[in-house]
């Protein structure tokens, strides 16, 4: 067994770190890291609308592209993806052209225009790609594909309507959608030419694309028999739904992403540039613009809530006391940031009051199921205490459990949002993003707090549906899949520590498996590490080195299944002790997700919450058996 001097001192580390790292209002500001999609969407976005004073931020986000482009000339969506990112790279080299500081001749560009061409050019774009180049101008809107915006005034009642969309799907594809059908196109001195990287699709191409998702298509086709009066309707509708979810700041629904989207569809339905809604959105995105990230980037949005709630409940997990300063500003941030409205989850259910927590600062209208835990776990504590955080405990508790889909697990954002029809929409990552299923990482962390802070067990017949869905999706050779975390690593740590909370047997065939399967995948090294690549192939692929973040859940579903004594146990917790088992490669792998295939996550903060975690409950294992034994 290891000594608990080497291992108190690690946890003190820790925690002394933190305490030098909160912000006054009580919140811990980490780089949210996604991707270069956000820093060229900016570029892209400023040059477009001609907007002055801001050559200093395009130059410095055009020298970060420049510094993470490969030595082979691409840009890629994670460090080990093969040969490049075609989508990332055309972002990529859009933008430093539009920049103006680079011309089509700079040897950096020379290399990724060959790599564009090789790879079928704009034309094998990702769907979200082709976008922002039609509206720029700089590729051809497709003519076969209309989506009909008399879809939104279709009543929620209807089996088939705009709020089966997962709301993350639905806060993107209505923007999107608005510019698209009006086949809007905004061109500046700056915008460059890239005809040089299309190709004209044959005749049959198109026809084989149309007839491929033609189920879909012939749905939206009805709907344009319908009178005129209803379709400028649905363009005022379509225009409502942005403007009444614009956060306090300017961003639609505090996504850059959405917010790209928005500032063109509103240009489309004939705002001006100098509109104070653009010129609100254009600030902002301005405000999402860190120099904490490893350099400058504009994040898609914050993690501060999630940062924090992780962040306070791993200290407390660590003994810190609920009544130290550091825990009870934590609690006031936390508390101060619980929704009050209801948003659009009101559609699926109706009857609660609204309760939970979203992932950043700004957001106010679009809480989601895992930062409503994660805060509700940070704050328990002290709500045994504090009337006020009782309150609001309970709020957050009766919001959560509502929020269980009719399958018997969770989803991320919405109750319900599984239609399976939507995924047959002709874009790139439909069953990715166009519904908002229940997921094993959500329903394994929802309950993992259900058990361990709300009392709830097995017997609970909410639970007791929970488990049954877990067990129903569990993969063959014993992992869970997880959606938003890299991947099948942190879908097992969730469903495992979850199903153990609520009372399910550590010897229990399901469990075992599942403990089984992250024995056989860890590393030599002790440590665990999985590839962003598990994400589209659904199959997990290793990496060749470990991950702080991705031991750390391995290692936390060990201890908790009580495997704290194994050897793989004292392998990993030494490994995890060691300060240089990790590479700088290591520590800024992305092992969160946002889209497969697209947009991973760096967190900055998840070197510090899950080892500090992991830790933690190794030592409170050992403190139990010993107080056991004695």
Not at 271 to 276: I, R, V
Request: aromatic share 12%; charged share 15%.
């Amino acid at each position: 067994m290891l000594t608990n001097n080497k291992l108190d001192q690690s946890i003190y580390s820790f925690v002394d770190k933190l305490k030098n790292t909160q912000n006054s209002d009580g919140s811990w500001k980490y780089c949210f890291e996604g991707g270069l999609m956000t820093d060229a969407f900016m570029i892209i976005t400023l040059r477009a609308l001609d907007i002055k004073n801001e050559e200093s931020l395009i130059k410095n986000l055009t020298e970060r592209l420049l510094l993470t482009q490969s030595k082979e000339g691409t840009w890629k969506a994670y460090p080990d993806e093969k040969d490049g990112n075609l989508s990332v790279t055309i972002q990529a080299y859009c933008a430093l052209l539009f920049s103006g500081f680079l011309s089509q001749d700079h040897p950096a560009l020379k290399k990724a225009e060959h790599f564009i061409k090789e790879k079928g050019g704009l034309n094998n774009a990702h769907f979200m790609t082709k976008w922002m180049l039609a509206v720029n101008g700089l590729y051809p809107w497709p003519t076969l594909f209309y989506v009909p915006m008399t879809f939104l005034l279709i009543p929620a009642s209807f089996p088939f309507n705009f709020y089966q969309f997962s709301a993350y799907a639905r806060i993107h594809f209505i923007p999107m959608m608005v510019a698209a059908n009006k086949k809007f196109t905004l061109k500046s001195a700056y915008t460059p030419a890239l005809s040089h990287l299309y190709r004209q699709p044959s005749p049959q191409h198109l026809l084989n694309h149309y007839r491929s998702h033609s189920l879909f298509m012939n749905d939206m086709k009805k709907l344009l028999t319908l009178p005129e009066y209803l379709h400028r309707l649905g363009y005022q509708c379509a225009e409502r739904y942005m403007l009444k979810r614009i956060e306090e700041d300017g961003t639609l629904y505090s996504y850059a992403s959405a917010t790209f989207f928005m500032i063109f569809a509103l240009l489309s339905l004939g705002y001006s540039k100098n509109s104070p809604t653009i010129v609100n959105a254009i600030y902002g995105l301005k405000q999402l613009v860190s120099t904490s990230c490893n350099g400058i980037h504009l994040e898609n949005s914050t993690s501060t809530v999630w940062d924090t709630a992780l962040l306070s409940y791993a200290l407390q997990e660590a003994k810190v006391s609920n009544q130290e300063k550091i825990i009870q500003q934590a609690t006031s941030f936390l508390l101060s940031k619980q929704h009050t409205k209801k948003g659009d989850w009101k559609i699926h259910n109706p009857n609660v009051a609204p309760g939970g927590w979203g992932f950043s600062h700004n957001n106010t209208m679009i809480p989601d199921n895992d930062d409503t835990s994660a805060v509700l776990r940070a704050i328990t504590r002290t709500a045994m205490l504090n009337d006020r955080v009782r309150n609001a405990w309970y709020r957050g508790v009766t919001y959560l459990l509502s929020m269980q889909n009719a399958d018997g697990g969770w989803g991320a954002f919405e109750k319900n949002t599984d239609l399976e029809l939507l995924t047959l929409i002709p874009l790139e990552n439909a069953k990715d993003a166009a519904i908002d299923p229940s997921t094993p990482d959500l329903t394994g962390r929802t309950l993992e707090f259900l058990g361990t802070y709300a009392g709830l067990s097995k017997q609970h017949p909410s639970i007791k549906a929970a488990i049954q869905w877990l067990e129903n999706n569990q993969e063959r050779n014993g992992s869970w899949y997880g959606r938003w975390g890299v991947c099948y690593i942190y879908g097992t740590w969730a469903a495992v520590t979850g199903m153990i909370s609520v009372g399910v047997s550590v010897n229990s065939p399901v469990i075992q498996k599942a403990i089984h399967w992250l024995e056989s995948v860890q590393l030599d090294t002790g440590g665990w590490g999985e590839s962003c690549l598990s994400s589209t192939q659904k199959k997990y692929t290793p990496l060749p080195y470990s991950t702080a973040s991705q031991t750390a859940w391995a290692l936390d579903a060990l201890i908790q299944s009580n495997g704290y004594k194994k050897e793989s146990v004292q392998k990993g917790i030494t490994h995890l002790l060691d300060p240089s088992s990790f590479s700088q490669t290591a520590l800024t792998y992305p092992t969160g997700i946002g889209l497969p295939g697209q947009f991973y996550i760096h967190y900055h903060s998840y070197n510090d919450i899950f080892p500090l975690l992991a830790l933690a409950h190794y030592r409170k294992k050992i403190i139990a058996n010993s107080n056991v034994s004695s």
